[in-house]
């Protein structure tokens, strides 16, 4: 699936009138709020997904701007974090704070992707600072991102977009696969995933996914072990109902590897060098990571009759949580080699959430018109229950940077812990509608109105909290035009309700954003795979930004600029590339300090990934690929501060050879060239990835 990097058509910023008025035009087009289906124009090289719609649709015919990566890429390029997913797709970056054992990062279009995380269309829940759920990617059949906001479909949602999880699931033929890999760092991982038909019965089918994992982190003396089991069974209760049960179980242990970096000795050189990337600046025979998750739920689909069809998906997760990271304070001291201060972070407790979509969906087709209408209402709920401690002044300084020595703090103790208790509820009712008219002209319009609650309570303290109600709409319009070109507009809004509490202790206000996009798809009959351009602003109230605490800071706007270029898509049958290039002007205005370009986020990102098949010969059955990453220079936003963090390049490449129909054996390098290089700066610096080798060994029947 391919792409060469043909041009968008651009656009200018429109004025608010002439916003309104083009949101009025998009929403008379359909009748409610929409989406399109053209189940008889699927091939073999159309992938369908329900991310953006939540209904089966072909992304080329989606007024939104859509990524997608397949299993067979996240195998070929051994993604063992969940992170890495996007690196070759266009509008994010992955892993802005350097690698991080313990979290998952993602910028998408120059807005946080903290809370952007979805997995089978339901919220993965990262609350409260450090309560984040992660995601395994060896238990995933595909990654989808929807770019921009998304609030019309999934509520609670930041302005950047989402990314949805699939999970792997029951498959009617029997199948499996045994995969053993190694590598530098320490890198264990055993895994296993088998399914197909439960034994003695027509109508259920079975899937099992196994792993474990163990390695050192980047950082000296840190590492992490994970053992993740994700069972499912798919039941056909009837011809008009089926429904899938799934599973997962997740635990972390170890010590956290997170990069903090003071500046100076980081971006900053000292008469004394720049500290080692490798160098551990907190304590960790103290630190400690241990995460335990688990979820269940299902997914239900009834077919009320030719017409309208019920979906319902529901899943109950709980995790718990003990984290105790050090890290260095933003700056050094006068003799530029110590920290006269380092800062502990400890959380200890959990959290239940509990969330269920339900959906109505009803078809109707004339000769001329295909209608698609989307009903629904979902209810989320949240309750975290945990104790913190933070101490700015953790441990005796002053530390030495460039020759650290541990061992020399008092630990925290349980008495000055403070218990929280954060709790969140939402409840939103949404319909949307796709018009198809002809072969030519597919109209989208939605509206969603939620109702959320937020209460954040700490002993001794005040209790904070709010209860707001938002209404959301979206509105596009796409013309499928002749030789697979499809120019689109649309219009989208996105509400985020935010638990927990700023640096002065005050409860998060919602955020609220909204995004105009132009762009074209291009799918021509000539190339198995595509080409997507898009152009968009997009700006977000009441966000949160990075201010030097350890916690985010809230106010004034958020405002990205951008355009974007992705192609994905094989030139010969042996030869594939995937290319994307992603322009943002993102800036910050803040009542306080007005306006300033936003940390973290290059202007400008580029990627190339070449993939060849050999096929006959002495070569047969070989495959080698070569990638190259480009990320341009970006700035530290720090108050106080201007400093121009320098682009970098960095290279990847693989080979895989097939043994035989059963045995495949590969190698992965990233940062093939173990460059040295900082990934960002805001507030703290942050080291990229160093070089990663992984070899694998694959089993499959």
């Known amino acids: 699936m391919s792409r060469s990097l043909s041009p968008s058509l651009p656009i200018n910023v429109l004025s608010s009138s002439a916003r309104r008025l083009a949101m009025a035009t998009l929403l008379l087009s359909c009748p409610l709020a929409a989406q399109a289906q053209d189940n008889a124009a699927q091939s073999d090289t159309v992938v369908v997904t329900a991310t953006a719609l939540k209904v089966a649709t072909p992304p080329m015919e989606t007024p939104r701007a859509i990524s997608q990566v397949g299993r067979d890429e996240l195998d070929k390029r051994a993604v063992n974090s969940y992170d890495e997913s996007f690196r070759y797709r266009s509008g994010v970056q992955s892993a802005p704070y350097g690698s991080d054992n313990g979290v998952d990062w993602f910028n998408i279009r120059g807005f946080s992707g903290e809370n952007s995380t979805y997995q089978d269309g339901l919220r993965l829940f990262r609350e409260s600072g450090y309560f984040w759920w992660v995601t395994e990617p060896f238990g995933l059949e595909r990654v989808d991102l929807l770019k921009g906001p998304s609030s019309i479909l999934y509520g609670e949602a930041p302005p950047g977009g989402v990314v949805n999880a699939i999970s792997k699931r029951p498959t009617e033929e029997k199948q499996g696969q045994f995969e053993i890999q190694g590598g530098n760092k320490d890198h264990r991982q055993v895994g296993i995933d088998t399914s197909g038909p439960v034994a003695g019965t027509d109508n259920m089918r079975y899937r099992m996914v196994g792993l474990f994992r163990e390695g050192d982190g980047e950082l000296d003396h ?23 049960f799934l599973a997962s179980y997740m635990k972390d242990h170890g010590t956290p590897s997170k990069g903090f970096r003071p500046v100076g000795g980081s ?3 000292t008469e004394f060098g720049h500290i080692d ?8 025979d103290y630190e400690r990571q241990e995460r335990e998750q688990i979820s269940l739920g299902y997914e239900l689909e009834h077919d009320i009759d030719d017409t309208w069809q019920f979906q319902q998906n529901l899943r109950y997760s709980s995790l718990d949580l003990l984290l105790r990271s050090v890290s260095p304070s933003t700056s050094l001291s006068n003799d530029n080699r110590t920290l006269d201060s380092r800062f502990l972070t400890y959380r200890d407790g959990s959290y239940d959430a509990f969330t269920v979509d339900n959906r109505l969906v009803g078809k109707w087709t004339t000769a001329n018109t295909e209608n ?19 101490d700015y002044a953790f441990g005796n300084a002053p530390f ?15 008495d000055d812990l403070v218990h929280h208790e954060d709790k969140k509820e939402q409840l939103g009712l949404y319909v949307q509608d796709q018009l198809r008219l002809g072969d030519r002209w597919v109209f989208l319009a939605g509206a969603r109105h939620d109702q959320a609650e937020v209460e954040n309570r700490t002993e001794g303290g005040d209790d904070e909290g709010y209860d707001d109600s938002q209404l959301s709409l979206s509105g596009g319009v796409m013309y499928l035009g002749d030789y697979g070109i499809s120019p689109y507009l649309s219009y989208s809004e996105s509400f985020t309700p935010h638990a927990g509490r700023d640096p002065d202790g005050q409860a998060y206000e919602p955020s609220e954003g909204e995004q105009w996009e132009a762009g074209v798809k291009y799918t021509p009959d000539w190339l198995d795979g595509y080409m997507t351009a898009a152009v968009f602003d997009l700006k977000e109230t ?17 405002h990205s600029q951008g355009f974007e270029l992705e192609g994905v898509g094989y030139l010969t049958e042996q030869l594939q590339l995937t290319a994307s290039y992603t322009y943002l002007d993102t800036t910050i205005e803040d009542p306080e300090r007005g306006e300033f370009r936003a940390g973290l986020t290059p202007r400008h990102q580029a990627s190339l990934w070449l993939d060849y098949g050999f096929e006959g010969g002495a070569l047969q059955g070989l495959d080698v690929g070569a990638g190259a990453r480009y990320v341009g220079e970006s700035v530290n936003a720090a108050p106080d501060r201007d400093d121009e963090v320098s682009s970098y390049t960095v ?26 290089y900082i990934s960002g700066c805001d507030s703290w610096c942050y080291y990229g990835e160093s070089r990663s080798v992984i070899g694998s060994l694959n089993y499959r029947w």
């Open 372 to 390: 698609t209408l989307l009903i629904g209402v979902d209810y989320q709920h949240l309750d975290i229950d945990y104790r913190t401690g933070d």
């Open 542 to 558: 009441n966000t949160l930004y990075t201010s030097g605490d350890p916690v985010s800071s809230q106010g004034g706007e958020r």
């Open 267 to 269: 971006l900053e050189g």
């Open 277 to 284: 990337r490798e160098t551990n600046l907190g304590e960790p």
């Open 222 to 244: 840190t590492d992490n072990q994970r053992i993740y089991l994700a069972p499912s069974l798919a039941v056909d209760l009837s011809d008009d109902t089926s429904v899938t």
């Open 400 to 414: 030495d940077v460039f020759d650290p020595q541990y061992g020399n703090y008092t630990p925290f103790s349980d």
């Open 651 to 676: 290279y990847d490449a693989m080979a895989s050879y097939e043994i035989n129909s059963a045995w495949t054996a590969q190698v992965n390098v990233t940062n093939l060239t173990d460059k040295d």
